[in-house]
């Protein structure tokens, strides 16, 4: 895994083998980050990064000095992972680690843009996206992305469809 770009463009990040993670690819994270630098100022923008894993897209928020990024996820192998490697890139990035849908339940923050990248094989992909808009913790002219696998469809109204290989994004703009 590598920072596409930013102040570490280039480094490359080695996660430990144990951690339970499929990292989104260095193409479709590439392509991810050249539409919403099209769109935003990075350096204006709150990021959620849920199902963080590796912190695999965190880093690439911070990388382009994000003003503040939370990564949740329920493996605390995963959010020591990121922390460490926060500290070491020195990355303004605040790790939780809970079940996603508790975080979202619970918190009293809002988001300009909100990653979602839960394992492939996960089967509440709707539930957590309802619970998202239902709970308004994204910004006006804010965005939910979901990486998925072919299996899983979205048939809401105003969603923008992205294919990079096996890598689906599905993007809510609000």
Known sequence: MRIISGNHKGRKLIAP??????????????SLFN????????????????????????YEFA???AKKIT???????CTNFIN???????????TITSDCFNYVLNTSDKFDIIFLDPPYNYNK????????LEKKIIENNGCLII????????????????????????????
């Open 147 to 174: 990486e998925h696998d072919k299996r899983t469809i979205f048939d809401d109204k105003n969603i923008e469809k992205r294919k990079y290989g096996s890598v689906f994004f599905t993007m809510f703009n609000l």
């Open 71 to 77: 990564a949740v996820d329920k493996n605390i192998k």
């Open 84 to 94: 460490k490697m926060s500290l070491e890139l020195d990355f303004n990035i605040k």
């Open 17 to 30: 083998k144990n951690l339970p993670v499929r990292p989104t690819t260095d193409r479709a994270k590439e």
């Open 63 to 65: 990388s382009r000095n």
């Open 125 to 132: 992909y709707h539930e957590i996206k309802d619970l998202i």
């Open 35 to 58: 539409i919403l630098q099209n769109r935003y100022n990075i350096s204006k923008l709150k990021a959620l990064d849920l199902f963080s894993g590796t912190g695999n897209i965190s």
